[in-house]
């Protein structure tokens, strides 16, 4: 059984998936005018690992996430490099995908984009305004917060309350402050003809009408950030009631936020770190096992003593499965489709919301295992297999992709030599051929 905690109720919840043996799954996606830091690779892990616990479980997983391709922000971008918008997008797109493959993430469903969806979108707000949740002024189209009687329900404020944080522009056109844009009248940038002023769509329109889109309906999961609670997840399911009169997702989820040396990270204090360089520095699995090692709701710190431990963890699995995979290979023994008790335990901590720190503790009892029955004299083979194997099934849950140790004719003569030599006391050969095993990979 696997329970997951929903933002939206603020409880964990037994999942009930809306059709029997599938999960509908978006996670909204990035705008695309620079490259990807390190915080936005954690919702790209946290949710590539909850599609992998659906799937080892049987359930066929259609993930989508999306790729805001119309933004100020891309447009500042393109002015100031003297190019397209196209050129922009197209470029980080292209540098985000690559990210996504470097991640170890497995394909998606769907991709849409904001300007390949326009038309779509452009209907939904002139349904909005047919409906009285929205209203136009000069052009510009707004959502009225108070026509929704549900607004607050995924941040858990009651209208009054947000009233009070709200920043009131001077001479607003918006009949209230909370009141966002749904459409934007504008002569700057790429632009669309809508029945109400040349312009684009605002941001929190775009991701409610890609859902239905590909989708067709109220879906299983809804994720991202925190940061993405409110405004943005609030403004979209109030459209949603607004207009389909469900609050798009069944289940909402959010992964919490990365600190850099225990602060946040943002540019004005210079420490943000572009995700493509850390894995370049750290490689895939050292970055998935950091970011999976604290629960996805808990802020994890990014630090010199957190990738260093991540390090250490990750190389004592390495090792362990390194040695037992070896002895395997001497033997001709294959490993077990078969699991142990320990993938049990793994399968059950990972149910409880995705509890990967009880997960871990899982894997080490898992190597301890894998150690001693590699120390016995007289190998059990059949338990070494299926510890092997379920370790490995573990791993491959979390993204972790650890190569499995094979031997060629020319590695086991080599074994063997090293073998012969210590047998004799040969040691000076033994120290040779042990420094080819080692950059082989094979010790």
């Given at each position: 059984?696997?329970?997951?905690?929903?933002?939206?109720?603020n409880?964990?919840?037994?999942?009930?998936?809306?059709?029997?043996n599938e999960?509908?799954?978006?996670?909204?996606?990035?705008?695309?005018?620079?490259?990807?830091?390190i915080?936005?690779?954690?919702?790209?892990?946290?949710?590539?690992?909850?599609?992998?616990?659906f799937?080892?479980?049987?359930?066929?997983?259609?993930?989508?996430?999306?790729?805001?391709?119309v933004?100020?922000?891309?447009?500042?971008?393109?002015?100031e490099?003297?190019v397209?918008?196209?050129?922009?997008?197209t470029?980080y797109?292209?540098?985000?995908?690559?990210?996504?493959?470097?991640?170890h993430?497995?394909?998606?469903?769907?991709?849409?984009?904001?300007?390949?969806?326009?038309?779509?979108?452009?209907?939904?707000?002139?349904?909005l305004?047919?409906l009285?949740?929205?209203?136009v002024?000069?052009?510009?189209?707004?959502f009225?917060?108070?026509?929704?009687?549900?607004y607050?329900?995924?941040s858990?404020?009651?209208?009054?309350?947000?009233?009070?944080?709200?920043?009131?522009?001077?001479?607003?056109?918006?009949?209230?402050?909370?009141?966002?844009?749904l459409?934007?009248?504008?002569?700057?940038?790429?632009?669309w003809?809508?029945p109400?002023?040349k312009?684009?769509?605002g941001?929190h329109?775009?991701?409610?009408?890609?859902?239905d889109?590909?989708?067709?309906?109220?879906?299983?999961i809804?994720?991202?950030?925190?940061?993405?609670?409110?405004?943005?997840?609030?403004?979209?399911?109030?459209?949603?009631?607004?207009?389909?009169?469900?609050?798009?997702?069944?289940?909402?989820m959010?992964?919490?936020?990365?600190?850099i040396?225990?602060?946040?990270?943002?540019k004005?204090?210079?420490?943000?770190?572009?995700?493509?360089d850390?894995?370049a520095?750290l490689?895939?699995?050292?970055?998935?096992?950091?970011?999976?090692s604290?629960?996805?709701?808990?802020?994890?710190?990014?630090?010199d003593?957190?990738?260093?431990?991540?390090?250490?963890?990750?190389?004592?699995?390495?090792?362990?499965?390194?040695?037992?995979?070896?002895?395997?290979?001497?033997?001709?023994?294959?490993?077990?489709?078969?699991?142990?008790e320990?993938?049990a335990?793994?399968i059950?901590?990972?149910?409880?919301d995705?509890?990967?720190?009880?997960?871990?503790a899982?894997?080490f009892?898992?190597?301890?295992?894998l150690?001693?029955?590699?120390?016995t004299?007289?190998?059990?083979?059949?338990?070494?297999s299926?510890?092997?194997?379920?370790?490995?099934?573990?791993l491959?849950?979390?993204?972790?992709?650890?190569?499995?140790?094979?031997l060629?004719e020319?590695?086991r003569?080599?074994?063997?030599?090293?073998?012969?030599?210590?047998?004799?006391?040969?040691?000076?050969?033994?120290?040779?051929?042990r420094?080819?095993?080692?950059?082989?990979?094979?010790l």
């Amino acid at each position: 059984m696997i329970k997951l905690y929903n933002t939206k109720s603020n409880k964990m919840e037994e999942f009930k998936s809306i059709k029997e043996n599938e999960v509908s799954m978006y996670v909204c996606g990035p705008t695309v005018y620079n490259h990807a830091h390190i915080g936005n690779a954690r919702p790209l892990i946290v949710f590539d690992t909850l599609r992998r616990l659906f799937e080892a479980q049987g359930y066929t997983v259609h993930y989508a996430s999306n790729f805001t391709d119309v933004d100020d922000k891309i447009i500042k971008t393109a002015k100031e490099e003297g190019v397209t918008e196209k050129d922009i997008t197209t470029r980080y797109i292209d540098a985000y995908q690559k990210l996504r493959g470097s991640l170890h993430t497995l394909p998606l469903y769907a991709q849409p984009k904001v300007t390949e969806t326009m038309e779509d979108i452009i209907h939904f707000i002139d349904e909005l305004v047919k409906l009285d949740h929205a209203y136009v002024v000069d052009g510009d189209v707004y959502f009225s917060v108070d026509s929704v009687k549900t607004y607050g329900e995924i941040s858990h404020q009651k209208l009054e309350d947000l009233m009070v944080g709200a920043r009131i522009e001077e001479n607003s056109k918006k009949r209230n402050p909370l009141d966002f844009t749904l459409w934007k009248a504008t002569e700057e940038g790429i632009q669309w003809d809508s029945p109400w002023s040349k312009g684009r769509p605002g941001w929190h329109t775009e991701c409610v009408v890609m859902i239905d889109n590909v989708f067709g309906g109220q879906i299983d999961i809804h994720g991202g950030g925190m940061d993405l609670r409110f405004p943005h997840h609030e403004n979209e399911v109030a459209q949603s009631q607004a207009c389909h009169h469900h609050s798009i997702a069944n289940y909402w989820m959010h992964n919490a936020m990365i600190n850099i040396d225990g602060q946040k990270m943002s540019k004005s204090l210079g420490n943000v770190r572009w995700a493509k360089d850390v894995i370049a520095m750290l490689g895939a699995d050292v970055v998935r096992w950091l970011m999976l090692s604290v629960h996805y709701r808990g802020e994890l710190n990014f630090s010199d003593e957190t990738i260093e431990t991540a390090k250490t963890e990750l190389n004592k699995v390495k090792m362990a499965l390194k040695q037992a995979e070896l002895k395997m290979a001497l033997a001709n023994v294959s490993i077990s489709d078969s699991k142990d008790e320990g993938y049990a335990k793994f399968i059950d901590a990972m149910n409880q919301d995705m509890n990967t720190p009880n997960a871990y503790a899982v894997i080490f009892e898992e190597v301890k295992k894998l150690n001693t029955l590699c120390r016995t004299r007289e190998v059990n083979f059949e338990a070494l297999s299926e510890a092997v194997g379920s370790l490995r099934s573990m791993l491959e849950i979390l993204g972790v992709m650890i190569p499995v140790l094979t031997l060629s004719e020319e590695d086991r003569k080599l074994y063997h030599a090293w073998m012969d030599a210590k047998a004799v006391k040969d040691f000076a050969k033994a120290d040779e051929v042990r420094a080819q095993l080692i950059e082989r990979g094979i010790l």
